[in-house]
């Protein structure tokens, strides 16, 4: 693991610089990084992938682990480095935007989030990789607060695929100081395991929450008749037992469910 005079050196040779705003802060501290590997419980016979490895801290750790390893990053003179860092091991690298990333074909996910795009990376995780079956991310303490809030201001789309789909669980906070660059706030490690669900009625789910927050400020009623053109939203909701005057932030995940399942019904005739 790359200590931080270790990384200045790096860059220093690749005349660059750790670019914040896309959140290149790495990980100093081996004793979290040891923690968060531990936390996948990796078999051999498990399929890996790393989101944004950057300059390895976290992949040093799960080498060699799986029969099935991928990295995904974005940054070309990382790529490089991890190839020649893990070379003639089980690895495999791959130069990509995680959220154009099309093998989907993993059960253990793990990565450090950079906060201005952690909601689109969890939320393509979780909606394409239906193997899944751990999750494990660190993330900015804020963007985990937001996720798992039961504030109706604040909740959203996300916050209900997460309740559906998973159960999450806080493995550790990481102060600051543990990075370079130290960045401006804490961070946070989270786990999410795979409850037995329906997919369709997950993706389907999704489809509805969307709809039903595409604005905040409208009712219920006004949102779902951008939905399709081949429900009646009147007799969706009255089945439902919904208040069509009511807004998306006050129904709850059994209210959404309900919805979706009566949508489906109808979509497959038996309404």
């Known amino acids: 693991m790359l200590s931080e005079q270790e990384i200045k050196d790096y860059f220093l040779l690749v005349n660059s610089h750790a670019k914040k705003e896309l959140g290149q802060n790495f990980l100093l501290n081996e004793d979290i990084t040891k923690e968060i590997a531990n936390s996948l419980s990796l078999q051999k016979d498990d399929s890996l ?24 990053e974005y ?38 989030l950079p906060y201005y795009i952690s909601t689109d990376i969890l939320d393509y995780v979780i909606s394409n990789f239906t193997n899944l079956e751990i999750g494990v991310f660190m993330v900015q303490k804020e963007f985990y607060q937001r996720i798992t809030t039961k504030d109706k201001k604040d909740i959203r789309p996300l916050n209900f695929l997460l309740e559906y789909a998973f159960n999450l669980e806080k493995i550790l906070n990481v102060n600051k100081n543990n990075f370079f660059p130290i960045p401006k706030v804490d961070s946070l490690v989270f786990k999410i395991s795979k409850k037995k669900i329906d997919n369709n009625l997950f993706l389907e789910l999704k489809k509805v929450l969307n709809c039903c927050f595409l604005n905040r400020r409208k009712t219920i009623f006004n949102n779902l008749k951008h939905f399709s ?28 469910l309900n919805i979706t399942e009566n949508i489906l019904k109808v979509k497959n005739n038996k309404i």
């Open 49 to 72: 992938l790393e989101i944004g490895p950057g300059l390895g801290s976290l992949t040093e750790f799960l080498i060699n682990k799986t029969n099935k390893f991928v990295a995904v």
């Open 75 to 112: 940054d070309e003179k990382f790529v490089r480095h991890l190839g020649l860092s893990f070379k003639n091991t089980n690895l495999n690298i791959v130069k990509n935007n995680i959220l154009k990333f099309k093998d989907f074909e993993f059960n253990k996910i793990c990565g450090n």
């Open 229 to 256: 053109n081949i429900i009646d939203v009147n007799e969706i909701l009255k089945v439902s037992n919904i208040n069509q005057n009511i807004r998306a932030e006050d129904l709850n995940l059994k209210d959404f």
